[in-house]
């Protein structure tokens, strides 16, 4: 953590980034921590090819992320890629030749350290957790902007703190966020409650059809590419997914422009993590993530995840 703030104190520039497809904990960390930065006086702005999806746009000035506009500027001191494993991941373009450093601060056991300065703490429950430390180290005063985006990256992540990875660190710094006097209540029902009927029909269509395999242990969802764009986030089908009581894995497959996105949640007995990084993905033990490149055969990557799963649940 020294040598991050060592860093972030002599750059004048900041890019910051996260990882393709960002998620709650991806853009409330980048956001948070973009808008402590500027209370320090750094020129902080956030680097992006994906476009913030509509549920996150409740967000303090998410109107400055700009799909494409991926590349630092010019004259950038360092960027800070936050809550992405690998490379191939990263949503901003980075060559590292030309900006140094590049900072990788993450929480997936799975990153692969790809930065010049590296801090990757496998206990936090979300990226919004070190970055909340973070902004602490460098003395920032906590404003209700500041923590509604944190408090947004920790309980995505955490699925409102009912995950494995919640810990009593995660509690007290929720407190200290809500302190600042945010409306908690209200950024819960806006992430977790609030949804257009044409997204409760999509959800109804796709529960449809669930198909149980493995003794009823594993669940699959697939969807192809004609729909795939109706959905902007796959947490919360994968969460009602869960909620069938035989099964031990659930899968969401979505066919995209690149391949094939593959989602994995485990309840208790399986390493999802494990599995994913045998297609080249990763992520937790319980919640993780694939992307098949190249590939456009729902049924294949199906039977292919199937054939692996099956060592583990029967």
Partial sequence: MNKVTESILKSDSIAITYHQSPDGDALGSALGLMLGL????????IISR???PGIYRFLPNTEEIKENASCPKKNTH?????DCGNVERISGKIDKSKINPVINIDHHISNSKYGDINYVDTMASATGEIVYNLLKSLDVVMDTDIAKCLYTAIITDTGSFKYSSTTASTHLIAGELIKTGIDFPLIHRTIFENKPLRKLKLYGKLLEKVELFLNDKLAIIAMDKEHSTLLEDNSEIISLQMQIDTIEVGAFLKEVDDGIKISLRSKDKVDVRAIAEIFGGGGHEKASGILLRDMHDIEKAKK?????????LI
Wanted: proline share 0%; hydrophobic share 50%.
């Fill in 304 to 312: 292919a995840l199937i054939n692996v799963l099956e060592k583990e």
């Fill in 50 to 52: 994906d476009k913030v």
């Fill in 38 to 45: 500027r209370k320090i006086g750094k020129e902080a702005y």
């Fill in 78 to 82: 360092c960027v800070i890629v936050l």
